[in-house]
């Protein structure tokens, strides 16, 4: 990561964490616990098994995560 500020779970958040949960088809990660403001813009959302990613945006309003 890169040293984001943490922010709280909010619908906002919850709509990054759906649109990432509606492309697989078993989910393994669980709940999401941590949300960070990335300084690059960027959203990091980390899961209850410690795993994370980075999501964005796109100019069209698609979700997209690394």
């Not at 990432?20 to 990091?44: C, F, M, N």
Request: hydrophobic share 35%; aromatic share 14%; glycine share 6%.
């Amino acid at each position: 990561m890169n040293a984001g500020v943490e922010i709280p779970i909010t619908e906002e958040i919850m709509r990054y964490v759906k649109a990432h949960l509606a492309t697989v088809k078993t989910w393994i990660h669980g709940k999401p616990v941590k949300a960070y403001q990335e300084k690059d813009g960027r959203i990091s959302i980390t899961y209850e098994d410690h795993c994370w990613w980075f999501y964005r945006k796109t100019e069209d309003g698609e979700v997209v995560w690394e």
